[in-house]
C-alpha cells in the first residue's frame, strides 16, 4: 500500500487564490512527522512546512497551511494568496522514525498560477 | 552555508560503465539518503543510512550500491550502469529520528546512459 497518496497530478489556480493540495497518509506508527516539499523547474527540493502527529494546531508558515485531519489521514497544503513564483511540483512526505528514520514521498501535484 | 552538496551535477554515461556519485553533507546530520526522481514517479529511495556505520535498502536499491565513508559521506555507485537508470539522483540528509527535522536536498544529478 501507498504511505502517501497525491491524486492531484496537475492543478490550475488564479493568481491572489488559494488553492488546496490533497495528501493523505497510511501509518500505524502514532509518531510520525508530515512534510511538504515545492520543486520548482530549476530542480530544487525547498522545504515548506511541517506538521507533527501530535500537533494540536495546524502547521502555518507564511502563506502556506497545512490543513491536519488526522482521523481522515490527511495532510493537504493551503496556499494563500497564489503568486506565479507558486507554479512548481509539490510534494507531500511522511518521516516514520521507527522505520530507520525514512521518509516516504507521494508522487508529486504539479501547480501552474494563471496570471 | 553549502548544506548537502553532490557531484557530478550532469554525467552521460555508455551502456556497462561504472561511475560513483559523491554527496557530502555540513550539517552534522545523523541520517543520509538517495533518491531517484523519473518523471511522474516521484522520489523513490535507493538506499539510506540512518546513521554512520548502517545501510539499508529502499524501494528500488537492485543495480546500485553505497558506502558511508563517515557521518559527512554518503557515496552512490552504479556498477554496471544500464539505460534504465538513466534518472535524476538526488541526495539528501536529515538530523534526529524524532522532531520536526526535514531532509535537506543536493541540487541532484541529471546521469543519462546510453
Known amino acids: 500500500a501507498q504511505k502517501i497518496t497525491q491524486t492531484q497530478p496537475g492543478m490550475f489556480v488564479q493568481e491572489k487564490e488559494a488553492v488546496t493540495l490533497d495528501c493523505t497518509y497510511d501509518?500505524?506508527?502514532?509518531?510520525?512527522?508530515l512534510f511538504w516539499y515545492k520543486q520548482p523547474s530549476s530542480g530544487e527540493m525547498i522545504f515548506l512546512i511541517y506538521?507533527?502527529?501530535?500537533?494540536?494546531q495546524n502547521a502555518t508558515e507564511g502563506r502556506y497551511s497545512l490543513n491536519f485531519q488526522k482521523a481522515r489521514k490527511s495532510a493537504n497544503l493551503v496556499i494563500s494568496a497564489s503568486q506565479l513564483g507558486d507554479s512548481a511540483m509539490y510534494f507531500c512526505?511522511?518521516?516514520?522514525?521507527?522505520?530507520?528514520?525514512?521518509?516516504?514521498f507521494g508522487t508529486g501535484t504539479s501547480l501552474t498560477v494563471i496570471p | 552555508n553549502a548544506g548537502v552538496t553532490q557531484t557530478p551535477k550532469f554525467q552521460v554515461l555508455k551502456t556497462g560503465q561504472s561511475m560513483t556519485l559523491q554527496c557530502a553533507q555540513d550539517?552534522?546530520?545523523?541520517?543520509m539518503y538517495w533518491y531517484r526522481q523519473d518523471p511522474g514517479m516521484g522520489l523513490r529511495l535507493i538506499y539510506y543510512?540512518?546513521?554512520?556505520?548502517?545501510?539499508d535498502k529502499g524501494e528500488v536499491p537492485n543495480g546500485y550500491n553505497v558506502s558511508r565513508l563517515n557521518k559527512r559521506e554518503f557515496s552512490l555507485r552504479l556498477e554496471s550502469a544500464a539505460p534504465s537508470q538513466t534518472s535524476v539522483y538526488f541526495c539528501?540528509?536529515?538530523?534526529?529520528?524524532?522532531?520536526?527535522?526535514?531532509?535537506?536536498f543536493g541540487d541532484g544529478t541529471r546521469l543519462s546512459i546510453l
Open positions: 501509518t500505524s506508527d502514532p509518531s510520525y512527522g
Open positions: 506538521q507533527g502527529s501530535y500537533d494540536q
Open positions: 512526505a511522511m518521516r516514520e522514525p521507527n522505520t530507520g528514520n525514512q521518509f516516504y
Open positions: 539528501a540528509s536529515s538530523g534526529w529520528r524524532r522532531g520536526n527535522q526535514p531532509q535537506h
Open positions: 550539517m552534522n546530520h545523523n541520517s
Open positions: 543510512s540512518a546513521s554512520e556505520g548502517t545501510t
